[in-house]
């Protein structure tokens, strides 16, 4: 078992910035490739960012490519996604996920997930 935490949310001027966190307990952190996703009110939840084990290597979806950084420290068991130019459109409950093998893109491939952590953007 993983066990996730989000921190790091909270309410923000459009083109301001937030850095998210996600804490892992439980087993080695650095055996699980992990994942951001998003929920708006009313709309399913969509992958955003991913990171492989070892942290080399990144994936994003487009509607936030050259905006949010996805990293990883494994010796703290820390996710991080650093958000940058943020839009109202962005606000929703941010997730972690975590999965053993390469990151996918999928919310049905991941077997761990935190409680999530509110964004809230203001025009």
């Known amino acids: 078992q993983v066990q996730l935490v989000e921190s790091g949310g909270g309410l923000v001027q459009a083109g301001g910035s937030l850095r998210l966190s996600c804490a892992a307990s439980?087993?080695?952190?650095?055996?699980?490739?992990v994942g951001w996703f998003r929920q708006a009110p009313g709309k399913e939840r969509e992958f955003l960012a991913a990171?492989?084990?070892?942290?080399?290597?990144?994936y994003y979806a487009d509607s936030v490519q050259g905006r949010f950084t996805i990293s990883r420290d494994n010796a703290k068991n820390t996710v991080f996604l650093q958000m940058n130019s943020l839009k109202p459109e962005d606000t929703a409950v941010y997730y972690c996920?975590?999965?053993?093998?390469?990151?996918?893109?999928?919310?049905?491939?991941?077997?761990?997930w935190g409680q999530g952590t509110q964004v809230t953007v203001s025009s």
């Open positions: 439980g087993r080695t952190f650095s055996n699980y490739a």
């Open positions: 990171i492989n084990r070892g942290g080399g290597s990144q």
């Open positions: 996920a975590a999965r053993t093998g390469w990151p996918t893109f999928s919310t049905r491939d991941y077997h761990y």
